[in-house]
């Protein structure tokens, strides 16, 4: 009996630690990352559009990396979590950065952009990964979705398998983290569009396009955009935070029936918020912003206004 009973505790005991292991995805996955204090390796990857984003151009805030892919299961299962993520940490001096390893350019922006709508900065080597790729070997990338949280001198603070970690470090920092609006210094010189207010405007009433049946029904919107401008004067991030004051003010709008008047407001909301980012990505460089005379990365917002 004290034989079987050993035996019973054993299986037991065997069963309950495999279940923890398969809880702590970190102890399968992620032994071999960058440990924290480590300095971490600058690279130099583009975006969908072709602008260069260097690692180290982010010092100064803290960088979440996340290593991903379209084609990745578990990547697009953890997206609503790094979305909830970003959201919660993208008004401090916390920057993400996603690193996918597709090599499939239009399935890479589909799946980042039209899916899921993931609005940080996104680059890519579009290489196969792990035999073409290098950043999985500068961060012993053997899994994805891997998370590094990279601290504002450069070296790593966290490297983890597991969004809900990442989310336990940066609310642990978060007292100490700070603002965008109260952490500008004196001595900080703010990005703006080449040419001033004017020549800003001026673009915007060259370039904005606005479908036949919006104009024939005078539709109306504000739409308010936040971006980054890059210390290369190149915008990365773009997206509508806010929209204001959807109207149709022509004649014909008030001669259709209420279903089809819906209809038209929401499409052309729609419409006007993707073409108020491509708007924005299609600017020319800005003049970025200067701190101690040197440039940085900066957020910016930008109303743009449709009047047919």
Known sequence: MRKICLIAALVLTSIFGVQAQEKDLDARYAQGLLTPGTAAPDFTLRTYDGKDIRLSQYRGDYVVLDFWASWCPDCRKAIPEVKALFEDFRDYNVSFLGISYDTDRTAWVKTYWDKYQMTWTQVSELKKWKKETTTDRLYKVDWIPTMYLIDPD???????????????KLEELRPGLTTNVADKKKDMVAAQFMGGQAAQDKYIAIYQRIPPRAKKMQVQADMTLTFNV???????????????????????????????????????????????????????????????????????????????
């Open 154 to 168: 450069g070296k790593v603070v966290l490297g983890t398998v597991e969004v809900g970690k990442l989310r336990a």
């Open 230 to 308: 890059e210390m290369d004067g190149s915008i990365t991030g773009a997206r509508v935070i806010k929209t204001d004051n959807v109207r149709a003010i022509g004649p014909k709008y008030a001669k259709l029936r209420p279903e089809d008047q819906q209809e038209l407001i929401d499409k052309t909301t729609e419409y006007y918020k993707r073409e108020a980012v491509r708007l924005v990505n299609a600017m020319p460089k800005w003049q970025p912003a200067t701190e101690n005379g040197r440039p940085v990365q900066t957020k910016c917002q930008l109303p743009i206004y449709f009047r047919p």
